[in-house]
């Protein structure tokens, strides 16, 4: 067990709607990084949240944005969903550079 | 895109025997770190290696680092069939963001 969650583990949604993700942060971590795994791929980075702000983003559109919380919990919104958005969405937080601690995903599927 | 590409895609041995993963990066790192990923869940670390250094060891698992060639292996010793997972190498490329490779798939037979 990581400390961290994400919820919901699964989710079904169809083209064109919008959707959030959230993610628990291993306490006393302040920094959060999402990624998104397609399936048989390795993790795509997306975008990392330090202290509430954006520090560095994937090569993905600004569909997908996100918020960082005075707690350092986490959401990853993505909006006008796409067929290829389908995928695990994975949360990690971390102290400082280094080790990643993850949650165990969430499965999105776009019909 | 993806910073790492590791070699083999899929890897098949028998409990007991060694397992051995390539991983090759394409700009200078701070460090390196191995995960392990289970059936497309959530990864977990194994072991961080940093630039200057050239062989790490923890427990039945052995890590080199070649910052000339890019490239890092993980060796996993007397396999067993609970090491049946994907396994990713990931770089900083002298950033604090963590950018993964495309995985080995280990399946151990018992």
């Known amino acids: 067990e990581t400390g961290v969650t994400q919820s919901p583990t699964h989710l079904i949604k169809t083209r064109g709607q919008q959707v959030t993700l959230r993610c628990s942060s291993q306490?006393?971590?302040?920094?959060v990084s999402w990624y998104q795994q397609a399936l048989g791929q390795g993790p795509q980075f997306i975008f990392q949240y330090y202290r509430e702000e954006e520090n560095g983003r994937g090569n993905f559109p600004p569909r997908f944005s996100g918020l960082q919380f005075p707690n350092y919990s986490s959401e990853l919104n993505v909006n006008a969903l796409e067929l290829d958005d389908s995928a695990l969405y994975l949360c990690?937080?971390?102290?400082?550079?280094?080790?990643?601690?993850f949650g165990s995903g969430t499965q999105l599927s776009v019909l | 895109s993806q910073q790492g590409e590791e070699d083999p895609q899929a890897l098949s041995i028998q409990e007991g025997e060694n397992a051995t993963m390539n991983c090759s990066y394409k700009t200078s790192i701070n460090n390196l770190q191995w995960y392990r990923q289970n059936s497309g869940r959530g990864l977990v670390h194994l072991i961080l290696?940093?630039?200057?250094?050239r062989e790490k060891h923890s427990g039945r698992l052995r890590v080199t680092l070649d910052t000339s060639k890019k490239s890092s292996s993980l060796l996993i010793t007397a396999s067993r069939a609970a090491d049946t997972a994907s396994y990713f190498c990931?770089?900083?490329?002298?950033?604090?963001?963590?950018?993964f490779g495309t995985g080995t798939r280990l399946q151990v037979f018992p």
């Open positions: 990690a937080s971390s102290l400082e550079v280094g080790k990643l601690f």
């Open positions: 306490s006393g971590h302040n920094t």
């Open positions: 290696i940093r630039s200057n250094e």
């Open positions: 990931a770089t900083d490329a002298n950033t604090d963001k963590l950018i």
